[in-house]
């Protein structure tokens, strides 16, 4: 599934980069032309998301015993990278067109081409945002967030040319330009953030942590009598959970079983999928950092 929605994303931006910089060319328009490294942009995005999540769900192997999950996550790092330098090109060659000046052409050609440029970004950027969205995909999701940024841009450079058509102030076309790497910028940064917290094996957020120990307390077995060492993480897709369960002493190791299977099964059902690991102790005195179960 994730493959046929990064593959729909290829063959969107693949078109519409071929009428932008046809349009361009033939316009002039700076503006347009920058909507054409944009879009080339997110169509290297689009190929690392598709490429990627055929590699994230390779099962886990020799070398890579904890699968390839996370390599959804270094594929939008690389992204956001390419947003940012794109938004340094951007910006440069308005400025050059500022200074040098220069004059548009064809401009209802240069407005219609962006105006579907707009409606068909944002109508795929729905569909691949969707889908990430049900798969938990992080490659799917930062493709759709710069389709979204692309139609963004697109209908802002779509009211530029419009402008310059009807007043014929040719400055509009650079400035709108440079105007447009301002939120590419913006995306870019946080994709990288957001992809670094995951790289670096950041904690699942405090909702998803407190559901876990809610899950835990939620034991009505007796046996278990507490719990230290939460530990989780994000790969991809996938959520990573393990904890120390201490259970009473004269628990028969069959019965521990039971419980941590039990346990992981409502720790998957309360996140919705997850790696659960669970490390079986002995009861001991409670040290700091350890909780107690069933008023003990």
Same mark, same amino acid.
């Given at each position: 599934?994730?493959?046929?929605?990064?593959?729909?994303?290829?063959?969107? *931006?693949?078109?519409?980069?071929?009428?932008?910089?046809?349009?361009?060319?033939?316009?002039?328009?700076?503006?347009?032309?920058?909507?054409? /490294?944009?879009?080339?942009?997110?169509?290297?995005?689009?190929?690392?998301?598709?490429?990627?999540?055929?590699?994230?769900?390779?099962?886990?192997?020799?070398?890579?015993?904890?699968?390839?999950?996370?390599?959804? *996550?270094?594929?939008?790092?690389?992204?956001?990278?390419?947003?940012?330098?794109?938004?340094?090109?951007?910006?440069?060659?308005?400025?050059?067109?500022?200074?040098?000046?220069?004059?548009?052409?064809?401009?209802?050609?240069?407005?219609?081409?962006?105006?579907?440029?707009?409606?068909? *970004?944002?109508? /795929?950027?729905?569909?691949?945002?969707?889908?990430?969205?049900? $798969?938990?995909?992080?490659?799917?999701?930062?493709?759709?967030?710069?389709?979204?940024?692309?139609?963004?841009?697109?209908?802002?450079?779509?009211?530029?040319?419009?402008?310059?058509?009807?007043?014929?102030?040719?400055?509009?076309?650079?400035?709108?330009? &440079?105007?447009?790497?301002?939120?590419?910028?913006?995306?870019?940064?946080?994709?990288? /953030?957001?992809?670094?917290?995951?790289?670096?094996?950041?904690?699942?957020?405090?909702?998803? $942590?407190?559901?876990?120990?809610?899950?835990?307390?939620?034991?009505?077995?007796?046996?278990?009598?507490?719990?230290?060492?939460?530990?989780?993480?994000?790969?991809?897709?996938?959520?990573?959970?393990?904890?120390?369960?201490?259970?009473?002493?004269?628990?028969?190791?069959?019965?521990?079983?039971?419980?941590?299977?039990?346990?992981?099964?409502?720790?998957? $059902?309360?996140?919705?999928?997850?790696?659960? &690991?669970?490390?079986?102790?002995?009861?001991?005195?409670?040290?700091?950092?350890?909780?107690?179960?069933?008023?003990?």
């Amino acid at each position: 599934m994730k493959q046929r929605i990064a593959g729909l994303s290829v063959a969107s *931006n693949t078109t519409l980069i071929l009428l932008k910089f046809v349009a361009g060319a033939l316009t002039g328009s700076v503006a347009i032309l920058t909507e054409a /490294v944009h879009s080339s942009i997110d169509l290297v995005a689009s190929l690392v998301a598709f490429f990627s999540v055929r590699i994230a769900d390779e099962p886990a192997d020799e070398r890579h015993s904890y699968g390839h999950e996370k390599i959804e *996550n270094l594929a939008a790092a690389f992204e956001a990278i390419l947003i940012l330098v794109g938004s340094v090109v951007i910006a440069f060659e308005a400025i050059r067109r500022l200074v040098t000046g220069g004059r548009t052409h064809l401009l209802g050609l240069g407005i219609g081409v962006i105006a579907i440029s707009a409606v068909g *970004n944002l109508a /795929v950027s729905v569909v691949v945002g969707r889908g990430g969205r049900r $798969t938990g995909s992080p490659a799917l999701e930062g493709d759709a967030a710069h389709l979204r940024t692309d139609a963004a841009s697109s209908l802002f450079v779509l009211a530029a040319l419009v402008l310059v058509k009807l007043t014929g102030d040719q400055w509009i076309d650079p400035v709108a330009a &440079l105007a447009v790497a301002g939120p590419i910028v913006i995306t870019g940064l946080r994709l990288l /953030v957001r992809s670094g917290e995951v790289l670096v094996d950041q904690a699942l957020p405090a909702e998803e $942590t407190e559901a876990i120990v809610r899950a835990i307390e939620a034991v009505s077995d007796d046996a278990v009598v507490g719990f230290h060492q939460l530990r989780t993480r994000r790969g991809g897709s996938q959520r990573y959970v393990d904890v120390h369960i201490q259970f009473r002493r004269g628990t028969s190791l069959e019965q521990a079983h039971r419980v941590a299977h039990e346990l992981k099964d409502r720790i998957d $059902t309360v996140l919705g999928g997850a790696d659960v &690991l669970i490390h079986l102790e002995p009861e001991d005195r409670l040290r700091p950092g350890q909780q107690a179960l069933h008023g003990d």
